[in-house]
């Protein structure tokens, strides 16, 4: 059995072996009306199949074969570009043709995959492609198929080359490479802008005697006075402060942008950023929730809780229901009891949609930082630099302002309420959030 699999299985015939025997067909059928032709007709139908049987043996028979592997991350970055390198080498004594379809995962809905190549006589050949994937969970990837003919390209062999794999499809950890210069610099960086840092910060370092180049405003004049040397203080940025990102998964954070949802573009916003607040020595936490809290990660400094808040985050999925944000602020009046800046990443459309939860967000803000973050629809804004020329487009252009009211109302209650607010676009969400970090860093408000 596992003979005629290899030598018939595995053999594909080439649309040019079909060509040629048609061409045969046609020839003898003339040949048939004009007998001066038959002979030639003969010949070359007896050159057509010894090439093929020739062919047959180059591919069956000789010692040699194709070898591929697939080479790639065992874990993708949403909304990223991932490489995948396949790396081919071929062991037949002549050079080969070889068409390559790897049997990508089914959500990238790519029904056509294939790439064309020649490999030289005992040589090694790699190529690359990238993939994107837009949403997170397991990706399970098939054989890469390879169909292997000779320089007659008459049949075709296959190889099952590289054996099925699956990997994971992490939030965005690309991110967490762009903006970690921003932990350690005050440079600007992908738009964000630079906070100009207002005096000291509050938390006291240590007492040292006084070099050239000191701020003479930091003497401390007890301690000179002790020593006889000039003595100032030293200060340090605050550190150990508490920092949560609360991720709303309801029905309101399906809405797609540029094939992700906003819950993804939040999910990877909030990676970026708790990186950051680890590499500035705070403490960082995480809280989802939809009609009920689902998952909660205490803010802490330890080594691996940035991999803990990865593993949390992989496993999120946007539910089709009411968020409760009464049960939101039960959790963090129990389970946060020092103050922390709370970064709530949710979607209010209408003015309405926020006077319903308002309640629950002015209790959060009474106890914390509070910070609200919310999307601009970006298609409104389109429609709102848009010249109608009809009242059909008078009509939509309106209804679009008054949408576009509404998130400006929004942001004018939060801040009449003492809570914080970002609104902005899904892809400029991370550069948002992290600025407003820095920001509230450097006016020592965490």
Known sequence: MNTIRKYIGELYISKRWYLLLGGCVVFLFTAFFIHILFQPAVAVTSAVLAFTVVEYALLFFIKGGLSATRIMSPRFSIGDDNTVTLSLVNSYPFKIKCLLIDELPFQFQERNFHKQMEIGYRSKKTITYT???????????????????????????????????????????????KYQLLAISGNTLAGVKKIRKLGHSLEFEKIKDYVQGDDVRTINWKATARSNNLMVNTFTDARQQQIYCLIDKGRNMKMPFEGMTLLDHSINASLALLNIALLKQDKAGLITFSNKVNDVVAADRRNDQLLRIIETLYKQQTQFKESDYEAVWSTVHRGITQRSLILLFTNFETYSSLERQLPFLKKIAQRHLACVVFFQNTLLKEIHESNPDNIEGIYIKTIADQFSLEKRLIVKELRRHGILSILTTPQALSVDVINKYLELKARQMV
């Open 131 to 177: 993939l994107r994937p837009l949403s997170r969970g397991e990706y399970s990837f098939g054989h890469l198929k390879c169909y292997v003919s000779s320089p007659l390209g008459l049949l075709r062999r296959r190889f099952n080359a590289a054996e099925p794999v699956m990997i994971k499809v992490y939030p965005s950890y690309q991110l967490l490479k």
